[in-house]
């Protein structure tokens, strides 16, 4: 359904904010006008009514999503007040409430808090106040005391002197995603490293139709298809060379069938095959996505850098000529490429003075182009992408870093 009037959402973006960006950014830029207060928070603007709850199911990188109900130019605490007791709908019982302050400026929420549950007392409502020593309700809080559903967690946003007054509608589902990575029924660290929420944003950065046929040729134990099929693809394949991989994704995807409401017009299909022969099984221009984490190099012990860089340009090389073959023209691949430093206490960075300490690789990709994920408009202030320009990602402490590459098959 759609509002004749704008209406604006906020995202709490997550760890690697530039990622998350880019992700809502490939959802939803035909939809609205989106913008980024900080490394925290993008606000997105559209005259589309969002289905928070949906929408949060499917974004690896996004905390929270909500709805702006009003905007205060200067802080003044009885107009705040004010217009926070407007977002109270309270039902039967005890009516819980939460607040969350995203900024830089000075906030009490104490004072905030202690005023709105006497504003809600004096009305005859019951309530109860969750109060959390950091500044901000984590998604396990607001989850636990179900303030999207039978409370409110009221949330403001500070963009300079503007002050925005909202309510969360949604926050991730860390239980289902957790449940889904560490409860299938195979799951080793050879083939079940790729992350759910990492999956989620492939996929999403591809942003396939849900009739799109999607590949992942280094499907592992499934995690994209997995993800892909919880978004609502209709076809997806899978290979992998190894005999134990393909076993264990085909069980793990019968197992999601199992436990999670798929359509069951929804089709999968994996086979044992080496990536350099994908054409020998699949079609010309069969594909409309290839969404994938290839081999990302050895993960343990001393390791020679430069043999294992011309190792995995060579698979990589080999394999993305391959996916010319079988991806139709203008077919998109989002694939991850290995970052690598020889020290795993090196934190990995894009600041001038540490590039020397990462090792790039650099496949040969003849018929695809790079596309960057964002418009430079949308780059937060410290950006976490690449010398390509595309984007980086992990956390402090680790050897091996993800390139995340989005490429377009050249139309000739």
């Known amino acids: 359904m759609t509002s004749t009037n704008k209406q604006k959402y906020f995202f709490i973006l997550g760890s690697n904010p530039t990622i998350s960006i880019a992700e809502i950014f490939a959802l939803l830029k035909n939809d609205g006008l989106l913008s980024v207060i900080d490394n925290e928070v993008a606000i997105f603007e559209t005259e589309k009514d969002i289905d928070a709850k949906r929408l949060i199911k499917i974004l690896g990188g996004t905390i929270k999503i909500g709805l702006i109900y009003a ?62 020593k950091e500044k901000t309700l984590s998604s396990v809080v ?28 949604a926050v991730q589902a860390f239980k289902e995603l957790s449940y889904r ?5 195979n799951r080793d660290s050879q083939s079940g490293m790729l992350p759910p929420k990492l999956a989620q944003i492939m996929i999403n950065l591809s942003n396939p139709n849900n009739e799109a046929k999607l ?32 076993n264990d994704c085909i069980a793990n995807l019968n197992w999601l069938l199992q436990k999670f409401a798929i359509d069951p017009n929804q089709n999968f299909e994996v086979k044992k095959q080496d990536v350099t022969e994908l054409s020998k099984i699949f079609p010309n221009n069969f594909f409309d996505v290839i969404v994938t984490e290839p081999f990302l190099g050895p993960q343990r012990g001393n390791q ?42 090196k934190q990995i960075t894009n600041s001038k003075s540490r590039k020397t300490e990462l090792t790039y690789i650099t496949p040969q990709y003849p018929d695809f182009k790079i596309v960057q994920a964002l418009p430079e408009i949308l780059f937060p202030r410290n950006p976490e992408l690449t010398h390509r320009s595309t984007l980086l990602y992990g956390r402090e402490g680790q050897r091996v870093w993800r390139e995340i590459i989005i490429m377009k098959k050249i139309k000739k």
Request: net charge positive; aromatic share 8%; glycine share 8%.
């Open 215 to 246: 590949l992942d040729p280094f499907c592992g134990s499934g995690t994209v298809l997995m993800e892909a099929l919880l978004r609502g693809s209709q076809n997806v394949f899978g290979t992998d060379v190894s005999t134990k991989a393909v």
């Open 181 to 185: 990575d560490y409860h299938r029924p």
């Open 304 to 345: 020679d850098v430069k043999k294992i860089k011309i190792e995995l340009e060579n698979l990589y090389s080999n394999a993305i000529k391959e996916f010319s073959k079988v991806l139709r023209p203008e077919g998109t691949v989002v694939m991850l490429w290995p970052v690598l430093t020889t020290n795993r206490n």
């Open 71 to 132: 905007q205060l130019s200067a802080v003044n605490q009885k107009a705040l007040i004010e217009k926070s007791s407007e977002l109270f709908t309270p039902g039967e019982g005890k009516f819980k409430f939460g607040i969350s302050y995203y900024g830089k400026e000075k906030f009490n929420s104490k004072v905030i808090g202690m005023e709105l549950k006497s504003s809600l007392k004096r009305k005859g409502v019951s309530c109860r106040w969750v109060i959390s």
């Open 142 to 169: 607001v989850t636990q005391n179900k303030l999207c559903d039978k409370g409110a967690e009221i949330v403001y946003l500070q963009n300079g002197k503007n002050l925005y007054i909202a309510k969360t509608l």
